[in-house]
């Protein structure tokens, strides 16, 4: 068997294309799981399916040792509940049982810093912090259900690794994932909200993944965050490198009811997905911060600095 080969969902998405990257330079042998065949179909590598349909994959993970599983669909949209139950828990749930059925060793997740809320402090995140889960959205609670999906493998006898990155920053299209918050201040964002966040980029996950692929971390669980930031801070930081003017009012939660209002109406005509309601208002006005010494004791890893990140994005876009 094959010790280095892997099957990777999500490979076209923001992390999932970093992941992949760093794949092919160590030269892992890969299987790449796509909805469509954005990457060549005819690469021997891809294959066509659905992750609810194992059927469209499931003969693929025969030799395979590893699975990567990044697919996720991120939304805060109320429209889209269903599929985000769908994908992120039936499509995990469906993955974990195939994996089990074709006698994949190891398993590794990249779940959501959203989830490592607990009731004992819900200002806290950190994979250390106990008691019930607090879930702020329904992405976050979809997230969760599948980490237990994942749990639920392990104790059938999967090898699990799960990763809990913060907000991921990276190169990729300012339309789509968090990515687009980016784009929001280029076309003249004129507030901030008053809560604060983690920051991580998209390579420093990737590397993090392969130490996890030749490491020991199995049964184990990581906050993966480099920066904890205000909002105010990091849309500002962002509209500096892209040349626009400050962002200097802090919006209250009245007028941000009024822009969520005013985002549903734009989405309604355009066909767009909101960007501004009820659950990203909970989320931005969340004094929040980040505990997360385990998992640097156990990684050991440099993270890149986030302001010189945001600056080399807004760089590359422009260029």
């Not at 074709?102 to 806290?124: C, H, P, Q, W």
């Not at 992405?139 to 493998?153: I, M, P």
């Not at 906050?223 to 892209?242: C, M, R």
Request: glycine share 6%; proline share 2%.
């Amino acid at each position: 068997m094959d010790t280095k080969s892997v099957f990777l969902t999500g490979a076209s998405g923001l992390l999932g294309s970093h992941i992949l990257e760093h794949l092919l330079t160590a030269e892992y042998s890969l299987k790449l799981l796509i909805r469509s065949p954005i990457i060549s179909a005819e690469d021997s590598r891809t294959v066509v399916g659905d992750l609810l349909d194992p059927t469209s994959y499931e003969e693929t993970l025969n030799g395979v040792v590893t699975i990567i599983h990044c697919a996720a669909m991120v939304s805060y949209d109320s429209k889209d509940r269903k599929q985000l139950y769908k994908i992120n828990v039936e499509g995990t749930r469906s993955l974990v049982n195939a994996a089990l059925f074709s006698g994949v060793k190891n398993f590794i997740f990249i779940s959501s810093a959203s989830t490592m809320i607990r009731s004992s402090d819900e200002a806290l995140v950190s994979d250390q912090a106990v008691g019930q889960p607090i879930l702020k959205s329904y992405y976050a609670e979809t997230k969760y259900l599948a980490e237990l999906e994942v749990w639920r493998a392990a104790a059938e006898g999967l090898n699990v690794c799960i990763l809990n990155p913060s907000l991921v920053l990276g190169k990729g299209s300012w339309d789509h994932s968090s990515m687009q918050i980016f784009q929001k201040v280029q076309d003249g964002l004129s507030f901030y909200p008053p809560g604060n966040l983690g920051l991580i980029a998209a390579d420093d996950i990737a590397k993090i993944v392969l130490q996890a692929l030749n490491g020991n971390w199995w049964g184990k669980q990581f906050l993966v965050n480099a920066e904890s930031w205000t909002y105010q801070k990091f849309l500002n930081t962002i509209a500096n490198a892209l040349n626009k003017e400050p962002i200097l009012h802090k919006a209250g939660i009245l007028s941000a009811k009024g822009l969520a209002l005013l985002d549903g109406i734009v989405s309604a005509v355009s066909h767009k997905k909101t960007i501004i309601n009820s659950e990203t208002i909970r989320s931005s006005f969340s004094q929040v911060y980040y505990k997360d010494e385990l998992s640097r004791q156990i990684l050991q890893y440099n993270y890149q600095n986030i302001e010189s990140l945001i600056l080399l994005l807004c760089q590359n876009k422009a260029s």
